[in-house]
T-cell receptor, first 115, second 114 residues
């Protein structure tokens, strides 16, 4: 079975600073993908970034980067230059490719950006 | 290219009624997934469908819940005889045939059971 753990229920960050949201995962499947989604107060799920288990380099998408440490089974999301619009819930998720196509989600981290 | 569409966005039902949630995947996507999000929690997988087939329903409650994805038309998540504990946000996601792509989520249907 797959498990995602997000240990930070809530975090504050000052506008324009960088912030790291933690995510650890557990799977016995050697082939998997890791995802981060943002859920603003309006409720929709917005895809941010993807990292495959065999990818050699950390994924980056604009201000988002994924700090992938395979041996430690961690996939932390780094947001650089935080903006007020970054205030939202952030969910880490994984898909183990030999265990079906579903995503397993963590419990989320609520990020609040202070002006 | 329109995104994943879900309707209704908000649904209110009284205990014992039926709830029908609809999901139209993105154009070209043949895989549909349903997830449920209880308040202040992450999303939990319910069911995975392809056209006319249920591939994985390991996350579906054994009673009152059913899902379909017919050859024509949207995918339907049906909840019979709703109870207050069914109040949640129900998200549909779709993906193309390539297995390694991310899933694209719809805006969700917020079900409230009175």
């Amino acid at each position: 079975a797959q498990k995602i753990t997000q240990t930070q229920p809530g975090m504050f960050v000052q506008e324009k600073e960088a912030v790291t949201l933690d995510c650890t995962y557990d799977t016995s499947d050697p082939s998997y993908g890791l995802f981060w989604y943002k859920q603003p107060s309006s409720g929709e799920m917005i895809f941010l970034i993807y990292q495959g288990s065999y990818d050699q380099q950390n994924a980056t998408e604009g201000r988002y980067s994924l700090n992938f440490q395979k041996a430690r089974k961690s996939a932390n999301l780094v947001i650089s230059a935080s903006q007020l619009g970054d205030s939202a819930m952030y969910f880490c998720a994984m898909r183990a490719y030999n265990a079906g196509n579903m995503l397993t989600f963590g419990g989320g981290t609520r990020l609040m950006v202070k002006p | 290219n329109a995104g994943v569409m879900q309707n209704p966005r908000h649904l209110v039902r009284r205990r014992g009624q039926e709830a029908r949630l609809r999901c139209s995947p993105m154009k070209g996507h043949s895989h549909v997934y349903w997830y449920r999000q209880l308040p202040e929690e992450g999303l939990k997988f319910m069911v995975y469908l392809q056209k006319e087939n249920i591939i994985d329903e390991s996350g579906m409650p054994k009673e009152r819940f059913s899902a379909e994805f017919p050859k024509e038309g949207p995918s339907i998540l049906r909840i019979q005889q709703v109870v207050r504990g069914d109040s949640a946000a129900y998200f549909c996601a779709s993906s193309p045939q390539q297995l390694r792509n991310e899933q694209f989520f719809g805006p969700g249907t917020r079900l409230t059971v009175l």
